[in-house]
C-alpha cells in the first residue's frame, strides 16, 4: 500500500508541473518579436499582415508609424504598406487601434507591442485566434511593399518569445508554451493515473483479504488466546 500511495504522490506531483511548466519562463504575449532573412533587396523591415476587414471594430485608417532610433520612419497615410490590401490582408502595425507601437532595430530583433487591458485582449494569443493565419510584408525605408510572404504556421517552444520569423516566402508564427495538444494528452493522462490508484489500491486490498484462508483466521485466533 505504500507503494501506491507513492505512485498517487508522484501522479500529483507530475500534474502539478504538467500545469505550470510553461510558466518558468514567462514572455509577454503583448509583445512580438520579428526577425527575417533571405529578404528582398531593400527591406528596411517586415511587417506583420493579418486578414481584418475594414468594417471591423478595430480597424482604423492609421495608426503611427515605426520608429527606427527613436525617430519615427517617413510612412505615411498614403504610403504603399498603409494601401495594401489584398485577399483581405492589410498592415497590423497601421491598421489595428491597439497597435501600440513598432521599434525597428539596427540589430535584427524588431519590436511590435500591442495594447491590451484586463476587459479587452489584443495580444498576438488573442490576434491569431481572431484574425487566423498572419502574413508578412517586406517593406522598404520609404514604405514600399517589396514581396509578401505565405500564411504563417505556427510553431511553440518554451524557451522562445511570441513572435514571427520569415525566411524568403515562408513565415513562422512563434508562440510561447507547450503545444496545447500536447498539454490537454498529459492533462489526460496525468488524471487518468490519479483517478485509477484508488481504485486499484481498493481492488487489491480486496483481493489480498480474499486470499486469507479461514483456518489461518483460526490459528491467528488462538496464538492470541495463548
Given amino acids: 500500500m505504500k507503494k501506491l500511495f507513492a505512485l498517487l504522490s508522484a ?13 518558468v519562463t514567462h514572455y509577454d504575449p503583448n509583445i512580438g518579436h520579428i526577425t527575417y532573412e533571405n529578404a528582398p533587396e531593400g527591406t528596411v523591415y517586415m511587417d506583420v499582415l493579418v486578414k481584418m476587414d475594414t ?12 520608429t527606427h532610433g527613436g525617430e519615427k520612419m517617413p510612412i505615411t497615410a498614403e504610403s504603399d504598406i498603409a494601401k495594401y490590401n489584398e485577399d483581405g490582408y492589410v498592415s497590423l502595425s497601421l491598421h489595428h487601434k491597439k497597435a501600440e507601437s513598432f521599434e525597428i532595430n539596427d540589430e535584427g530583433d524588431d519590436l511590435m507591442t500591442m495594447h491590451s487591458t484586463v476587459q ?3 495580444d498576438f494569443i488573442d490576434l ?28 511553440y517552444s518554451r524557451q522562445t518569445p511570441y513572435g514571427f520569423h520569415a525566411d524568403g516566402s515562408s513565415l513562422v508564427f512563434q508562440r510561447h508554451g507547450a503545444h496545447p495538444a500536447v498539454i490537454s494528452v498529459t492533462v489526460f493522462l496525468t488524471g487518468l493515473v490519479i483517478i485509477s490508484l484508488p481504485i486499484v489500491a481498493v481492488f487489491i486490498y480486496r483481493k489480498r483479504s480474499k486470499r486469507i484462508k479461514p483456518s489461518d483466521l483460526a490459528g491467528n485466533a488462538r496464538k492470541h488466546m495463548k
Avoid at 484574425?131 to 525605408?141: H, Q
Wanted: net charge negative; charged share 15%.
Fill in 11 to 23: 501522479a500529483i506531483a507530475a500534474f502539478s508541473m504538467s500545469i505550470t511548466a510553461s510558466a
Fill in 55 to 66: 468594417e471591423d471594430q478595430n480597424f482604423v485608417t492609421f495608426t503611427q508609424p515605426p
Fill in 120 to 122: 479587452v485582449s489584443s
Fill in 128 to 155: 491569431s485566434i481572431n484574425y487566423g493565419d498572419f502574413k508578412a510584408a517586406y517593406v522598404d525605408g520609404e514604405g514600399k511593399v517589396l514581396g509578401v510572404t505565405d500564411v504563417s504556421v505556427t510553431e
